[in-house]
Structure formats: C-alpha cells, structure tokens
C-alpha cells in the first residue's frame, strides 16, 4: 500500500536503501536484497544512489517515488494508492500518475487508487466505484462514468470540476452527513436535487443501470 502523504512515511534517521531494505528483511526475501533495494529503485526511475540518502534530502516527488519502490518490493500483484499525488506540484502528479501506469503494465499487477481527484481517475482507471457516506453510489467502466453519470452525487462530482470552457463553477449544496448519525433512507437525499419521498424512508442498493453501470438511487 502507498499510503496518502507517503512521502512524509519514511522515518528520518534512517537512509531510504535501508527502510527498503527492512521489508525485504522481515519479508525473508531470499535474494540479494541489496541488489533488489538498487533495482526497485531503477524500477521507479530513481537513480540507485538515492539508496545512501536521507529523506530530508530528497524532493517530494522522490520520496512518493522511493515509497512506491518499498511497497512494491515483494512483486505484490495488487497495490493500494491512497491519494498518491497528493501535495505534489503538477508536473510532479503527472509522473507519478505515468510512472504508476507504467508499473501496471511493466509488473502485470492491478492497482486500487482512491482519490478525490476525478481527472487523475480518467487518466488511469479503467473501472470506478464512487462512494458517498461510507456507501457504493455508482460503479461503472470509466468511460461510462464520466461520459453519462447516473447517480444524482455523481453528476454533481463531475459537473463541479472546472474546465477551460467554465463561465461558472457548480457545487453541491448542503453538507456531508454525520457519519456517527447518518440519516435514515438514502444518504445523499438531504442534497439531492432528485429526492422523492421514498428516498427518505428506505436505502436504495444498486441496481444495474444499461450495459456497465450500477447506481444506487430509486431513480432507477
């Protein structure tokens, strides 16, 4: 797993190569691990050398690179990116967003990235599950996600994001709901500019919704 701000994960009094190095250790890696620690790093297109070197003297974007070598370490073939990007400048996003690509492909491993950032999703997913309240609202390949929403949080997800075009930005009224004390029915009924009657009185699961897409909503 690459967990959100990683880049501050690593403890500071130790070099990267040897935090690397740790997990192979507790993992029993039967190789050479200081072969593996220098290949995992190449791997993520960071120079070896970084292997000698504190966290504090490497950038952001190195550390989060560094900390994907880590988790990826044992060949896992599935990873959790949890906001990958996440403090990162731009330019920064966009290569550990290709780099993350490139790793799916080059190791044959599936990755669940989970983010706020719905370009970042269309760039990278194939398949999205978009949760409100703890709860799945809408599941869909990502074409069909983004190009037709279902869901009433959904629509108002992408229809918030700004673009080039924009004479204004949407939002979605109303606040999220006490998780400790959520609201009986639908959890979104509150902000849905959709809401019936039946929506504050029972919890709609999903239903399928043409071809690839699930929504939970009495809509459907």
Known sequence: MVFQGSMNGFTPVFTIGSQIDEVLRIHDYEGDREQRTLDLLQMVELNPAIAGRFPHELS???????FIAMALAMDPPFLIADEPTTALDVLTQANIINLLKKLRKQNQISIMLITHDLALLSEIVDRVYVLYAGKMAEVGSSKAVFEQPKHPYTKGLIASVPTITSKSISGISGFM???????????????????????????????????SQEAACWLY
């Open 60 to 66: 952001g974007g190195q550390k989060q690179r560094a």
């Open 177 to 211: 709901p006490d998780l400790v004390n959520l609201p009986a029915g639908c959890k979104f009924a509150p902000r849905c500019p959709y809401v019936m009657t039946i929506c504050k009185s029972e919890d709609p699961r999903l239903h399928r919704v043409g071809e």
